[in-house]
């Protein structure tokens, strides 16, 4: 083995021609880009969604509907998740952090505890918000809710 045989690996490398280098190379003068145009200049880029002029579809489809930009989105949880919870790992007190760690909730969204559900256990339950009848049925067993 020397210098004269050596070659690279199969498959790594492409067989790409390098464009715009000489007359010699026989992919010079226009660098297989045509002749004058748009697309035949540096820096060309076509925008997203750009359709030769035509309206764009983006533009075409109607526009309805409103969204409000103050709205609060709730991750719903209902009682009998909690009780299965508190049932599993043996809590009598259900915050934020613990519902993270099941799984249930994300670290920073915003949780409202719904009424689905029984409940048999006496449990304090803190989150952002909760129904009335999840608030009825944990006050039914003497539980405490915290509203964070």
Known sequence: MDLSNLKPAE???KNNKRVGRGQGSGRGGTSTRGHK???SRSGYS?????EGGQMPLQRRVP???FTNISRKEYKGINIETLEKLAEKKGLTTIDIETLVEAGLARKNSLIKILGDG???KKLEVKAHAFSKSAIAAI???EGTIVKL
Do not use: D, V
Not at 46 to 50: P, V
């Open 11 to 13: 498959n790594s490398t």
């Open 37 to 39: 145009g748009q697309k």
């Open 46 to 50: 076509k925008k997203i969604g750009f």
């Open 63 to 65: 526009k309805y509907g």
């Open 118 to 120: 029984t409940l048999t």
């Open 139 to 141: 006050e039914s067993l």
